[in-house]
T-cell receptor, first 114, second 112 residues
Framework: NAGVTQTPKFRVLKTGQSMTLLCAQD?????MYWYRQDPGMGLRLIHY???????AKGEVPDGYNVSRLKKQNFLLGLESAAPSQTSVYFC?????????????FGPGTRLLVL | AQSVTQPDIHITVSEGASLELRCNYS??????LFWYVQSPGQGLQLLLK??????LVQGIKGFEAEFKRSQSSFNLRKPSVHWSDAAEYFC??????????FGTGTRLQVFP
């Protein structure tokens, strides 16, 4: 099992460009999450999904969109990147609700927006 | 509202010394409590979790944590730290929601 994988590992964008981060899990988990990690801020939830075809907003959803067309994949999109979106992005998944279950994390995507 | 406080941003210990990382939470119902560890350049890995029952829980890598409801705390401990324990540690609280709330983390540095 690969667990949770993220693509790409690192990306540099110019302000205004768009990109999509891909998260894939092979554990048949229902729940998937996108977090961003910034120094001194811990992990903050951007969006999450409780199952295929569903998405919900987290703590910091502005400027991001997500889609969960397949159970194993969760995509995070930036339509018009801003320097404030420079961060490390982590995807996670869990079998059931993340408030009670262990979340399994990917290795992260480091994004720099110039 | 749920919240987690990790009062120590950075802790430095000598190898072989004992360790305690503090975590205080705020949650209106019975909390589900977690400790995760993040090695440099890596994702987060679960160390241990508390749902109910015995308030002292054992985790991987020799870590343990004690749930104290009266103090709203879930401190992480290890009797003897190894150099490989240098990492960032995150406490998180969940419950009857779909989400976890993470603390801001404590960075552990280990001197030989």
């Amino acid at each position: 099992n690969a667990g949770v994988t993220q693509t790409p590992k690192f990306r540099v964008l110019k302000t205004g460009q768009s990109m999509t981060l891909l998260c894939a899990q092979d554990m048949n988990h229902e729940y998937m999450y996108w977090y961003r990690q910034d120094p001194g801020m811990g992990l903050r939830l951007i969006h999450y999904s409780v199952g295929e075809g569903t998405t919900a907003k987290g703590e910091v959803p502005d400027g991001y969109n997500v889609s969960r067309l397949k159970k194993q994949n969760f995509l995070l999109g930036l339509e018009s990147a801003a320097p404030s979106q420079t961060s490390v992005y982590f995807c996670a998944s869990s079998y059931l609700g993340g408030g009670q279950e262990t979340q399994y994390f990917g290795p992260g995507t480091r994004l720099l927006v110039l | 509202a749920q919240s987690v406080t990790q009062p120590d941003i950075h802790i430095t210990v000598s190898e072989g010394a004992s360790l305690e990382l503090r975590c205080n939470y705020s949650y209106g119902a019975t909390p589900y409590l977690f400790w995760y560890v993040q090695s440099p350049g890596q994702g987060l890995q679960l160390l241990l979790k508390y749902f109910s029952g015995d308030t002292l829980v054992q985790g991987i890598k020799g870590f343990e944590a004690e749930f104290k409801r009266s103090q709203s705390s879930f401190n992480l401990r290890k009797p003897s730290v190894h150099w490989s324990d240098a990492a960032e540690y995150f406490c998180a609280v969940g419950g009857d929601t779909d989400k976890l709330i993470f603390g801001t983390g404590t960075r552990l540095q280990v001197f030989p």
